[in-house]
């Protein structure tokens, strides 16, 4: 896949994804789709997406813009990857047909579902414990369907892999300063 192609998937607003989730769904083809940071994009977010798309046609994928990141993880030092680059990122992956930012995230952190309103897609996935249970009525309200998955990575998460490497290092430093 040349990078034209992968960079068109990326959709900068919901009015354009609005129409093209129409046009798919007069086709005939069944909207999936599910939100998420994709920080330092690992083997537990793709496992995860390739389940999510195998209960559909057409993937949108929501990435979390860097200041919701920072809001609702409530870390200065998240997202570790820019949002621009773990959008592109996302885009080489030939099973995800169509990436969008989510930036409505209140002050408070909290996620104001504006990509499934504006395209209602058939099925929603989230993992477990993404969404308190409150939100999770309220994203059923806009969608067709709402399924939960576990996470697919025993052991492994970017702030797991975040805070070994730290540890690691310390430990690196702390050995040198020894000698």
Request: net charge positive; charged share 30%; proline share 3%.
């Amino acid at each position: 896949m040349n990078n034209y192609n992968c960079r068109n998937k990326i959709k900068k607003n919901y009015d354009e994804l609005k129409e093209i989730v129409t046009a798919h769904k007069v086709l005939g083809e069944k909207i999936v789709c599910t939100v998420g940071t994709w920080d330092m994009l690992h083997i537990g977010h793709l496992r995860y997406l390739e389940k999510v798309k195998k209960r559909g046609d057409i993937l949108l994928i929501g990435v979390d813009s860097d200041k919701g990141v920072k809001l609702y993880k409530k870390n200065p030092l998240r997202p570790i990857i820019p949002q621009k680059e773990r959008m592109e990122m996302l885009s080489y992956q030939g099973f995800i047909d169509y990436i969008t930012l989510i930036e409505d995230i209140d002050e408070k952190g909290v996620w104001q579902l504006g990509l499934i309103k504006a395209t209602h897609p058939d099925i929603f996935v989230a993992t477990t414990e993404a969404y308190p249970s409150w939100q999770l009525k309220q994203i059923r309200e806009h969608c067709g369907k709402l399924t939960i998955l576990k996470y697919e990575a025993r052991g492994t998460s970017t702030s797991k892999i975040i805070e070994k490497t730290f540890k690691r290092r310390l430990k690196h430093i702390l050995s040198n300063l020894k000698h």
